[in-house]
T-cell receptor, first 114, second 112 residues
Framework: DADVTQTPRNRITKTGKRIMLECSQTKGHDRMYWYRQDPGLGLQLIYYSFDVKDINKGEISDGYSVSRQAQAKFSLSLESAIPNQTALYFC?????????????FGPGTRLTVL | SQQGEEDPQALSIQEGENATMNCSYK?????LQWYRQNSGRGLVHLILIRSNEREKHSGRLRVTLDTSKKSSSLLITASRAADTASYFCATEPTGANSKLTFGKGITLSVRP
């Protein structure tokens, strides 16, 4: 089973709709991240959480909100979706106690806002 | 804003050749990491080099870091068709505490 899972994998929605993307992990990591990827722009950090009580804005948090329901779950919400939020969204986790402080990514959610 | 900038943006080589990808960054860093992304899928960590290291190897991968020039290179030796993917450098700026800044990526195509 995958260590970092994201649901849904694909979603098409309409402008103005509220949508939630969910991320779950079985790695036991405290740190979780949400990124969006647009063609040719690499990854941009939306929000990150270093533990259940710690939520921080990233580079592009406007129009997004998050909820850290448990160590293993980190959800991203678009309160009122707009077309320029069409992108590939990734959740990631990390554990700074490890020798290699790398991030582990989920498979991504492809979101289309019409 | 992108901290890391990869060069070239796209690279096409023949199977068996070596692929060299470069990354430049702007601020002081704790470490620099390289990730691979197969089309439309999640990123996979390849290798990390710390700011006090100059070179690291992992299998067919060799990464170098020059902090005076704020640049890094990733060398993939004896490339295979399966190496076809996008490659991203990511930097952890000093004081960023695990937050990474990703570059825009390099698209590598390895022709069989």
């Amino acid at each position: 089973d995958a260590d970092v899972t994201q649901t849904p994998r694909n979603r098409i929605t309409k402008t103005g709709k509220r949508i939630m993307l969910e991320c779950s992990q079985t790695k036991g990591h405290d740190r979780m991240y949400w990124y969006r990827q647009d063609p040719g722009l690499g990854l941009q950090l939306i929000y990150y959480s270093f533990d259940v009580k710690d939520i921080n804005k990233g580079e592009i948090s406007d129009g997004y909100s998050v909820s850290r329901q448990a160590q293993a779950k980190f959800s991203l919400s678009l309160e009122s979706a707009i077309p320029n939020q069409t992108a590939l969204y990734f959740c990631a986790t990390s554990d700074p106690r490890t020798v290699y402080n790398e991030q582990f990514f989920g498979p991504g959610t492809r979101l289309t806002v019409l | 804003s992108q901290q890391g900038e990869e060069d070239p943006q796209a690279l096409s080589i023949q199977e068996g050749e070596n692929a060299t990808m470069n990354c430049s960054y702007k601020t002081s860093i704790n470490n620099l990491q390289w990730y691979r992304q197969n089309s439309g899928r999640g990123l996979v960590h390849l290798i990390l080099i710390r700011s006090n290291e100059r070179e690291k190897h992992s299998g067919r991968l060799r990464v170098t870091l020059d902090t005076s020039k704020k640049s890094s290179s990733l060398l993939i030796t004896a490339s295979r068709a399966a190496d076809t993917a996008s490659y991203f450098c990511a930097t952890e700026p000093t004081g960023a505490n695990s937050k990474l800044t990703f570059g825009k990526g390099i698209t590598l195509s390895v022709r069989p």
